[in-house]
């Protein structure tokens, strides 16, 4: 999220960290529409250390959809 400085909406904390849905297997990860056998890729969110809110979901690598 750059050098944006966040702010949990649910707690008010500015403490912020990363962390991965998926990886390595395909379990996790999100797959293109009617391809079962592609690997995908994980998700990467951004949730705030003290209550767990989300602030951010992105897919790490966008370019196996294209």
């Known amino acids: 999220m750059g050098n944006i400085k966040l ?25 293109p529409i009617g391809s079962i056998m592609a690997f995908g890729s994980p998700f990467l969110m951004t949730f705030c250390k003290n209550c767990g809110e989300v602030a951010s979901i992105k897919v790490d690598n966008p370019k196996k959809f294209k």
Do not use: P
């Open 7 to 31: 702010v949990c909406k649910a707690c008010g904390s500015d403490s912020f960290t990363t962390g991965q849905v998926g990886g390595n297997s395909s379990h996790g990860n999100i797959r």
